[in-house]
């Protein structure tokens, strides 16, 4: 993982990884089987939600931002970091969604990609040198350790 990135880098990494999972809960509370898991679902797609909106009221006038061929190269590199797909967006991955047959299913899908979104976030706060943006990961990692819970909870109860 590339070392120092700026705080405009965390923003679009960090939005991009809530707007996918928003689009899988959203998703996945349409295909849920039953009221419970929809509501989980619909509660976890207002969290990204939230944290979008918050994600983009993050200042960056501490960051220098480069000519537009600049941005250019900042957002193809971000979309490549992501591009491994934390969450099945169902708009760009609609063939991993037809895996989901059920409601565990898609818990146990979340629960994955929500342990890897704490990873992600965990790493790139390694990796990062600027203060605004290592505050800005460890929240984001402990939104994250949330919704791995919250979907653990879940499971169980569905399971039990």
Request: no cysteine; charged share 30%.
């Amino acid at each position: 993982m590339a070392e120092n990135f700026n705080m405009f880098e965390v923003k679009q990494i960090a939005l991009h990884l809530e707007e996918d999972g928003f689009a899988f809960y959203m998703a996945m509370a349409d295909a849920a089987k039953s009221a419970k898991a929809k509501a989980i679902f619909l509660k976890l797609a207002s969290d990204e939600k939230e944290h979008i909106k918050w994600i983009d009221g993050l200042a960056i006038d501490d960051i220098q931002v480069g000519s537009d061929a600049d941005m250019d190269i900042i957002n193809d590199y971000i979309r490549n970091v992501i591009k491994s797909g934390i969450f099945p967006n169902p708009e760009k991955a609609p063939e991993a969604m037809k895996e989901i047959k059920n409601d565990s299913d898609g818990i146990r899908i979340g629960m994955n990609a929500e342990s890897k979104s704490v990873k992600f976030f965990d790493q790139l706060h390694k990796n990062v040198l600027n203060e605004n943006s290592k505050e800005v990961l460890l929240r984001l990692k402990d939104q994250e350790i949330q919704h791995y819970k919250l979907l653990k909870e879940f499971l169980e109860q569905l399971e039990n």
